[in-house]
């Protein structure tokens, strides 16, 4: 480490900080060592290249070296927590219920307001492209929590914006849409909210390679592996605050031609935020997960959720 540095975090990674000496209130730290070890295992030096390696010593061998990160075929990665959903390990029907009742009690709320209420779902990636799945892995089309959750949304009238028949552009190595994907999304909520929108048709270009979260998991040394996808349209509005990359927990902005937004993400809005953001004259992006109606006035209330992520809606 004195030679060439202490390694840092790659994708999703969250390393041990530091260790210290004191605790807050200024005593001696009795966990120093502990903390001193793990902070060492995390940061020791050339950790990202020694990962690396070992990523791809694993996949020539046609195992992935990361838990969270399915090999596919021709290079696609896969996110391993979607796999409940794949394979039909499903919620069970009063948990789908209690689902669709929440959701009906969070519309209700917005109506309340004076608020439209959409709620929609980010599918997947091997939902959408299950042919480059491994076969080791049987699907259960139609048996996932989606396809079992809509009729009890349509028996508690949740207004629902269907994201999958739009066959949404996803990166190879990353578990997320692309910048057209998102735009497509985007156009698709605003036609239900009846605004006239053509985010979808606008030029997208390839930029600078990027490394996909996916990609980054097994292989933290390596340059990207496909272009980056970028929106070619004209995007007018401001940030009120740090959107740190798209993923502050609360992203306020304007410049939108009308309406006011408050809309629940989670790491899908990070592509898809910009669009909506240029639509309404005021919003608010949040990652909260109480799923509380903040004190405010708006006209429109989303609740967009990945598909993984539907029993986190059972609070």
Known sequence: MALFGASGEAA???????????????????????????????HFALRQELVTLWGSLNATLGS???????????GWLYYAPTLPDYTGQALSDAELEAIA???SELQAEAESRGAVFLFTVAPNKNSLYPAHMPAAY????????????????????????DLF????????TDSHWTAEGAARAADALLAALGRESGYAAAPFTEGAPRRGDLYEMLYPARE?????????????FTHLNDPKDGSAITIRTQGGEAGR???????????????????????????????????????TVILEIAERNLPNLLG
């Open 224 to 236: 990207g592996a496909e272009p980056e996808i970028l929106y070619g349209g004209d995007l007018r």
């Open 261 to 299: 937004l408050y809309c629940w993400r989670d790491s899908f809005g990070i592509a898809l935020y910009p669009y909506l953001a240029d639509a309404f004259a005021e919003a608010v992006f949040s990652r909260s997960t109480d799923y509380v109606l903040p004190e405010g006035s708006y006209d």
């Open 101 to 103: 009742r929440r959701l």
């Open 165 to 172: 028949p739009l066959k949404l552009p996803y990166y190879r």
């Open 138 to 161: 049987p699907s259960r089309h139609g048996e996932g929590n989606l396809e079992r959750l809509l009729p009890w949304l349509e028996a508690y009238g949740v207004r629902y914006v």
């Open 12 to 42: 999703n990674e969250h390393l041990s900080p530091p260790p210290t000496l004191r605790t807050r209130e200024g005593g001696f730290n009795p966990k120093v060592l502990n903390e001193s070890a793990d902070y060492l295992a995390d």
């Open 64 to 74: 992935s070296a990361q838990e969270q990160v399915i090999l596919g075929r021709e």
